[in-house]
């Protein structure tokens, strides 16, 4: 729906433009001079603003993530065959959707999260076209309690635990990682060698 208003938004401006650049006169009259400040500002703008919203929700699909080349092993571990792997786990489980699973868990649960991951996609985006691209991917940062206690927290399985129950405050300030003890993650450095899930489709 988003892409159609898109499309059409920017036909109709196309059309305005075209129209005042071949009758440059219609601006002599207050009618011809307000289309011309929609032709020339107005609806530019709300095209830009609705093509970049829609490049922004696809910025969040796996799909997105995993069409660069570097990222392709990372998106293999969703399928790894053992659920002691964290992203497989959440991956083949549903627990996350999976058109957006690394947007899911690599966004920051936070007020300003959406934006935050937005701008580190956009440093991947600058360090993948214009620097070496590092042999070993890592976090910017430690990664936070905060992404997994906001699914987690409250949850049966996860309250019925002792040792979540006694943990809680630590890994509520965030003291004690939750990847301390679910440590085993992507393992892109073994992809080769580990027993892949065949899936039953989406």
Request: proline fraction near 4%; hydrophobic fraction near 40%; include cysteine.
């Amino acid at each position: 729906m988003e892409t159609q208003a898109a499309m059409v938004l920017i036909l109709v401006t196309a059309l305005l433009l075209g129209l005042l650049i071949w009758r440059p006169s219609l601006t002599a009259v207050q009618g011809g001079q307000i289309l011309a400040f929609f032709a020339f500002l107005m609806l530019p703008i709300a095209a830009l603003f609705v093509g970049g919203s829609i490049h922004l929700h696809h910025a969040k699909s796996t799909q997105f993530c995993l069409s660069c080349h570097p990222m392709a092993s990372y998106g293999q571990s969703l399928n790894i065959d053992d659920l002691a792997y964290v992203p497989a786990q959440h991956y083949q489980n549903k627990l996350i959707p999976r058109a957006q699973a690394c947007f899911t868990c690599h966004t920051d649960y936070t007020m300003f999260g959406d934006v935050s991951a937005k701008l580190r996609g956009i440093k991947h985006l600058y360090v993948y076209y214009f620097k070496p691209i590092p042999d070993k991917i890592t976090l910017y940062k430690p990664y936070n309690n905060r992404e997994c206690l906001h699914c987690h927290a409250n949850a049966r399985a996860f309250e019925e635990s002792s040792s979540h129950r006694d943990m809680r405050e630590e890994l509520s300030a965030n003291d004690m990682s939750c990847l301390a003890c679910h440590d085993k993650i992507h393992d892109v450095e073994n992809i080769d060698k580990v027993k892949l899930w065949k899936g039953t489709g989406s």
